[in-house]
């Protein structure tokens, strides 16, 4: 994965086998990816019938409707809110987790071990995940039992489950993960002799941490973020179970229009959506180059 | 036609990896069968790539690779009957050294039960026997060396080619595995080619010794001619155990020349026969290192001795067998006397004292002079 | 993600190198908050999952919420017998199924598409953004995309078709950023030295690079069973009439308040747990096995 010449002086026959190479992958996303992408698209400047059918044309009445629309900005509010409070949470607890695997662990494979056991939840079920905080959240679950034998409330905690609480506290169980991989990674490959530099030049923990660690994770943790930031957007599952249908996000409101045939609605909303998630992630990409990142 | 012979002749050799700049430029080379070849010359300097291109790794971007008389250019390795060992041997790591030695031998269809025997014989050749079933990473970097000599060896090749075969090891090891490429290379009676950046390593083992600046030929020969008659200033600096003076001829006459010195009276050098020189020619001399004698101010000079140059010695390092006595005897070059320990302990210098640095008039070689387009380069 | 990376890095070749920080003296107290921190997150990580699998194992007056009510394994016999559960067992055996068929596919092509990167070659670029594109683009956006697309060719939707699609664009990028990580510790070398030994281009992949790479190759396998058998968003348009398990998980959450839903999270994660335990038991397997010939 060293690149050992740029693309433009690459020879013909390279090209070719490189192509052939990709040539599967290539044929599965164009198909399922581009094409679909294609579709939407189109599908935004069709006109409806209202009753599922649509009309091909090309009409922007679909854009000018959304955005004049106060719902699509409180959707967005709603979102940016969602994907804000869980971008921070999981970036916080992302990184000291990483923080603490890394540098606090002393036994190699010990480290490696609870890494792993942070790891193991990505690879079950996210809607049984979900499901999960039900006994604990719920109007008559731990939380709420417990709080009330301490006599801390009278009446049982309503909030906790089915609200936006319960969204991001969802969004953060199910996402950390993606924040601590990257950041792990990164802050792994800081060489240890540069943090022993520092303590024998003076340098304190914290200054340690704001010199040299963090600066030296950016990129695990824009990676993150991609991930963080392009999941919860692009959501609608546990805004429309945790929130109970008391929220709503882009995707959930797409949802919705699709499940009343409102196509070019929801085709529009998904187009200016995938803009502003290209928007973000090609802002982050500029910070970091991804692809160096992952290969090297 | 199968390759029989392990002759090589490149022809005008040239590779260019971005299209403007030869990386391999023009080399012209013959190598006869059987013999054990050294290509030196500091980094980048090509010789690397022309490794890979008689093995096969690399296509020239012009010229031709002979090799037992079959141009190969084009040809897969093992039509060309060459083998190849890698810098840091690139041992397949998932087998183990029985496996990795019988690969070749596999890729090529021969029974399991073949395979392991021709393997096994070659693994007591390199004496391995008790290490057989081991992986690479439980090997030390000798026993590794071995195991990519034996892999390479298995596939009964016309030429071994070896990249810096010896860089991995530490000093003692090197000495040791040096001897071992010798042996084998005598054993096997094929040609070996071996790239290296090591002057010692080159001469101690080489009957050819090429060394190479830029993608060129600087001067291939025996071992003994390279170092002790380097053909210029650029391989007379790079074999080392020379000294490199420079200067203006001032006169001819007959048998000799004199070149003139700013701080004393000129250098008197022996004319060779082919060798052309005139009046106000820039002229570049070497002396060797240890035929310089160093000579307290006011003694006699030694016999057949016609130079002396005053110098101030700079610095003084013990090397055991002799001693290095770094002087200032020229403005511009370094310049060393290699004195014998016992002739040094005679009379030992210190650092600031100042002597006649003098030689044999006949141990002067002049050497060839650069091109004009050398030197602005 | 590049999760892996870390992750199979160590299992492949632990590193030598020690942990960071201090590795003697006393234990500053910032390891004990972090120490904390950390068993924090474990236990919300861990906690509610283990909640439900508890709450699985009622008797017939279970509720969704604690205390237990008797034990039994009634709710598991409930799950495959009911018929207002849905079709758990069809659906369980669709998702094992496409699943199954996902790995295999994502496995070959990531792998393909890793050797095909590791030499630069004219549009390279292209088609990794395209993966990028398809990893962060909204998953029900493509999937109604898909879904509209296969309306639109007259094709029927379903499982093993625009499904299998849909599912490819979301495991294939997570492939072969697996594979890019995995590659990069692959010394080119070795392919040069097959080569010089007299191996085919296909003799290199069977007997040098496949081998090599095998702990890796195992992890995109994991990633392809377990990003398919838990996908949600993409199948939800795109499965046709017959649903995957997730989508029958979804319309249990709508519609069944026993802890059936429970049960069936046991089940999945439990299955979840199989192929996670096989995946790394095969890894250290082929490690302890290169470590035995070692040996021997």
């Known amino acids: 994965m060293q690149p050992s010449a740029s693309p433009a002086q690459t020879s013909p026959r390279a090209n070719l086998a490189g192509w052939l190479y990709v040539s599967p992958l290539v044929l599965v996303l164009v198909p399922f990816f581009v094409a679909p992408i294609l579709v939407v698209l189109a599908a935004s400047f069709f006109a409806t019938d209202g009753f599922g059918g649509l009309t091909p044309g090309f009409t922007l009445a679909s854009y000018v409707e959304i955005l004049h629309s106060a719902l699509t900005l409180k959707l967005y509010l709603a979102t940016i809110k969602f994907t804000v409070l869980t971008w921070v949470f999981t970036l916080i607890i992302g990184f000291f987790v990483a923080y603490f695997l890394v540098f606090h662990v002393r036994n190699q494979l010990l480290a490696i071990g609870l890494f792993l056991l942070c790891t193991v939840p990505f690879w079950t079920s996210n809607i049984i995940r979900m499901i999960s905080w039900i006994p604990l959240l719920g109007k008559e679950g731990l939380i709420n039992q417990a709080l009330l034998a301490l006599g801390v409330i009278r009446q049982p905690l309503e909030v906790l489950l089915f609200s936006d609480l319960a969204v991001v506290i969802a969004y953060v169980h199910q996402l950390t993960i993606f924040m601590i991989v990257p950041i792990f990674n990164s802050m792994a490959r800081i060489d240890k002799k540069l943090i022993e530099a520092a303590i024998d030049a003076g340098a304190s923990r914290f200054d340690i941490m704001r010199l040299i660690v963090v600066p030296m994770s950016k990129s695990g943790i824009a990676l993150g973020t991609i991930f963080v930031v392009s999941i919860v957007m692009g959501d609608f599952f546990v805004v429309k179970v945790m929130s109970g249908g008391g929220s709503a996000s882009v995707v959930s409101a797409f949802y919705e229009d699709v499940g009343v045939l409102q196509y070019p609605n929801a085709a529009a909303s998904a187009v200016l959506l995938t803009l502003v998630l290209v928007a973000i992630v090609s802002l982050i990409l500029r910070t970091v180059d991804i692809r160096r990142e992952i290969t090297s | 036609m199968a390759i029989e012979r392990g002759d090589i002749e490149l022809a005008g050799v040239c590779k260019s990896f971005d299209g403007v700049t030869n990386v391999v430029d023009g080399v012209n080379l013959k190598i006869a069968d059987g013999a054990y070849c050294c290509f030196i010359g500091p980094s980048g300097c090509g010789k690397t790539t022309i490794l890979r291109m008689i093995a096969g790794h690399e296509d020239p971007s012009a010229g031709e690779i002979v090799i037992g008389g079959q141009n190969v250019v084009g040809l897969a390795p093992v039509q060309r009957r060459t083998a190849m060992m890698f810098q840091s041997y690139a041992l397949f790591p998932h087998l183990t050294v029985r496996d990795n030695i019988a690969f070749a031998l596999r890729v090529r269809g021969m029974s399991r039960g073949d395979r392991l025997r021709a393997a096994d014989a070659m693994i007591e050749k390199v004496r391995l026997t008790s290490f057989a079933d081991r992986l690479p990473a439980q090997l030390s970097g000798g026993q590794q060396q071995r195991v990519a000599l034996a892999r390479a060896a298995i596939t009964e090749p016309r030429v071994l080619l070896l990249d810096e075969p010896l860089s991995a090891l530490d000093e003692q090891l090197r000495v040791q595995m040096r001897q071992e490429l010798r042996r084998m290379q005598r054993e096997l009676g094929i040609t070996f080619i071996h790239v290296t950046h090591t002057q010692l390593e080159a001469i101690a083992l080489a009957d050819l010794v090429v060394v190479m600046e830029h993608g060129k030929i600087k001067q291939a020969g025996a071992a003994r001619d390279v170092y002790a008659h380097p053909h210029d200033r650029y391989v007379a600096e790079f074999m080392g155990g020379q000294n490199v003076l420079s200067g203006r001829v001032e006169k001819v006459n007959g048998a000799s020349f004199t070149l003139a010195q700013a701080a004393s009276d000129g250098i008197e050098v022996p004319l060779q026969a082919r060798a052309k020189v005139s009046i106000g020619d820039q002229v570049d001399i070497a002396v060797r290192r240890d035929d310089i004698a160093l000579v307290r101010p006011g003694q006699a000079l030694p016999e057949g001795c016609a130079t002396s140059l005053p110098s101030r010695v700079l610095a003084i390092e013990y090397q055991g067998y002799f001693v290095k006595v770094m002087l200032d005897t020229v403005p511009d070059d370094e310049f060393v006397a290699y004195v014998p320990e016992r002739t040094f302990f005679a009379d030992p210098l210190t650092v600031g004292d100042v002597v006649m640095a003098t030689w044999a008039t006949c141990s002067a070689r002049p050497l060839a002079q650069r091109s004009v387009a050398q030197r602005e380069f | ?296």
């Not at chain 3, 398809?134 to 898909?146: C, E, F, H, I």
């Open chain 3, 1 to 296: 993600m590049s999760a892996v990376t870390a992750d199979m890095r160590d299992t492949i070749a632990p590193p030598s190198t020690k942990a960071i920080a201090p590795s003697k003296g006393n234990r500053p107290w910032t390891f004990y908050a972090l120490a904390t921190l950390f068993a924090l997150y474990v236990l919300a990580l861990y906690g509610p999952m283990i909640c439900i699998y508890i709450l699985s194992f009622q008797d017939i007056r279970g509720g969704l919420v604690f205390p237990m009510k008797g034990q039994s394994l009634h709710w598991f016999v409930d799950l495959f017998t009911q018929v207002r559960t849905g079709d758990v067992k069809g659906s369980f055996d669709r998702s094992i199924k496409l699943a199954v068929i996902v790995t295999i596919i994502t496995v070959v092509i990531s792998f393909l598409a890793g050797l095909g990167f590791r030499k630069r070659f004219w549009g390279d670029g292209v088609v990794f953004y395209m993966m990028i594109g398809s990893l962060v683009a909204p998953g029900l956006v493509l999937g109604l995309g898909t879904g509209l697309l296969f309306q639109a060719l007259g094709l029927n939707a379903s499982w093993y078709t625009s499904a299998l699609g849909a599912q490819l664009s979301w495991t294939l990028p997570f492939g072969v950023l697996v594979m890019f990580a995995v590659m990069s510790r692959y010394n080119r070398a070795w392919d040069e030295a097959a080569y010089d030994l007299g191996a085919s281009r296909w003799q290199t992949i069977w007997l040098v690079i496949v081998p090599v790479l095998a702990p890796g190759i195992v992890a995109v396998a994991l990633f392809g069973f377990t990003l398919s058998y838990d996908e949600f968003a993409r199948s939800l348009q795109t499965a046709g009439s017959l649903n995957t398990l997730p989508l029958e998980i979804w319309s249990m959450t709508l519609n069944v308040t026993s802890p059936s839903l429970y049960a069936l999270g046991t089940v999945t994660t439990i299955i979840s747990f199989i192929v996670i335990g096989a995946s790394l038991g095969s890894i250290v397997l082929i490690q302890k096995r290169r470590g035995r010939a070692a040996e021997g």
